[in-house]
């Protein structure tokens, strides 16, 4: 297989810990791509070959073993969970749903985090201070919706750990959102034991290399 | 079951189609969600009970029977998919991946005509030319992808047509969208018969009720 990647995506943390925990993270070619500034407002040259496989030009992008370009961290996830030989990280039963309903939460925290990074990146006569509000209040709501169920993020490892993880941890690399921890003292005691873990260890998050 | 919902959305018309397809419909309680037209750059009242279910706080957001709230349309299809009885819009074995990687494609395309409602909704000083040229590059690269592949539309119902029909549907709905038609010969086909089918004929897209 091949990832489309960055150390400073997100999503593309979120396909790469859960490789390394299902085992599959030595099948993975990475293919890192470079991101101009001026990404979040303009068509920029692309890494070679990237929107040749995925016309959408984003990242993760993963070129699974038969040849499909995925081009979204959730199928992605999907895929590496159903090729993992005896592990998983998606429940069975009826406790699937839940784990799902804790992950799109902390997707869209994760889509918020971003939105606030592509809007920063503007030159400042076009940027919304309405916008930014917006999305603060968004990881506002959602940080406190996973404090108030803190106690979903114990048990087996899933992909809803595995997502509020990465949020937590994105919070903390930019320096330009807040800290999470204040009125969410369950969360972030389990973030404290959750991000000593080996796969979190080894994907901190860094700028994307200039070239 | 219970779906926050609007016309406008084409996130929820995936939705839509895809439950009236499978069979669904009438065990989903519509709950008409109401979005004043800053809603891209300002936190608004959302409509009641939505932000409670899901801090996201976006549409298509669906309360399972099971209570679990469901925040991301592909989740959604996929529940929808496991609970229809002999339907099923999502194929088997390795022609999975594949329809994933074209949905995918369809998706991004979705997002990127959003992404440019949202920016026209911005008062005008704010907004960007660049960010609104990258969308259009985008939705350009995609529906050139899909016309390259689209023998793959061919065969029994699966997410990855409704997903392409809906964007053709919105392309075609926005009048500052352009026509897709162009260029697309075998992909315009598809869609002028996609089209006629009863569950896109039932959910047109229209402007959200002001109230």
Redesign the interface.
């Known amino acids: 297989m091949k990832l489309y990647w960055t150390p400073a995506s997100p999503f593309t943390r979120k396909v790469v810990v859960t490789a390394r925990e299902l085992g599959l993270w030595d099948r993975i070619e990475i293919a890192p791509t470079v991101w101009p500034l001026?990404w979040?407002?303009?068509?920029v040259q692309f890494t070679e070959g990237l929107?040749e496989a995925?016309?959408?030009?984003?990242i993760p992008t993963l070129i699974?073993d038969?040849g499909?370009?995925?081009?979204?961290s959730?199928?992605i996830c999907q895929?590496l969970n159903e090729i993992a030989a005896g592990e998983s990280v998606i429940p069975d039963g009826?406790a699937r749903?839940?784990m799902?309903?804790l992950?799109?939460?902390a997707?869209?925290?994760l889509?918020?985090q971003i939105a606030i990074r592509a809007e920063m990146l503007?030159p400042e006569?076009?940027?919304?201070e309405?916008?930014l509000?917006?999305q603060r209040?968004?990881i506002a709501?959602?940080f406190?919706?996973i404090e108030s169920c803190a106690e979903e993020l114990d048990g087996p490892l899933n992909l809803a750990q595995i997502t509020v993880g990465i949020a937590c941890g994105y919070q903390d690399w930019r320096d330009w959102l807040g800290d999470f921890r204040p009125g969410h003292g369950r969360l972030s005691r389990w973030y404290d034991a959750f991000s000593e873990r080996p796969a979190m260890l080894e994907t901190e998050p860094k700028e994307t290399p200039a070239t």
């Open positions: 001026d979040g407002y303009a068509t929107a995925n016309p959408v030009a984003r699974t038969g499909a370009a995925l081009g979204d959730t199928l895929h009826a749903w839940n799902w309903s992950y799109a939460v997707d869209g925290l889509e918020a503007r006569a076009m940027r919304s309405g916008f509000d917006k209040d968004r709501r959602c406190d919706h």
